[in-house]
């Protein structure tokens, strides 16, 4: 018996197709029921669907892996860029002068916007939560945020 070269088959796949050439017979072979191989002569008709059948699963499975491969590398892509990497020297100044002037300006703020830049940005409270402590609206943390980010702007702008 002639068997067609070993594809790659799908696990819930319980038959396998073969073509014996010296008698031009098409053939496909499972095991019943009881475990027993049984071996069945098909015409070449019913031969094709059950091969169709088998790439189409062939087919299946290669898109499946070709997304996980995606996936995977994807992964990889995302992990290697969220290592951390050393920071250069110069990098560490400009941050370091960066925070330095922020800092400056963020105390060059009235009190009120100060406090609650504080509290927003650094313990990470948002407008309700700081409204609640300082008794007042969420309409007004939000509009004294709000000035603050643009004085803060104009203050490093400079």
Do not use: C, W
Request: aromatic share 10%; proline share 3%.
């Amino acid at each position: 018996m002639a068997e067609r070269p070993k594809r790659r088959k799908y696990k819930d796949n319980p038959y396998t197709l073969s073509y014996v050439e010296e008698k031009n017979i098409y053939l496909v072979s499972f095991k019943d029921g009881n475990g027993i191989k049984q071996v069945i002569e098909v015409n070449e008709e019913i031969y094709k669907i059950f091969n169709s059948f088998e790439l189409q699963d062939l087919k299946e499975l290669n898109e499946y892996d070709r997304h996980i491969e995606h996936s995977e590398l994807f992964e990889n892509t995302l992990e290697m860029k969220a290592k951390d990497k050393p920071i250069s020297v110069e990098d560490q100044i400009i941050k370091k002068a960066t925070f330095d002037e922020l800092q400056r300006a963020i105390n060059s703020l009235p009190e009120t916007q100060r406090r609650r830049i504080k509290k927003y940005y650094f313990a990470e409270k948002n407008e309700y939560e700081i409204a609640k402590e300082e008794h007042t609206t969420q309409q007004a943390v939000n509009k004294s945020l709000r000035l603050a980010i643009q004085k803060l702007k104009e203050i490093l702008k400079k």
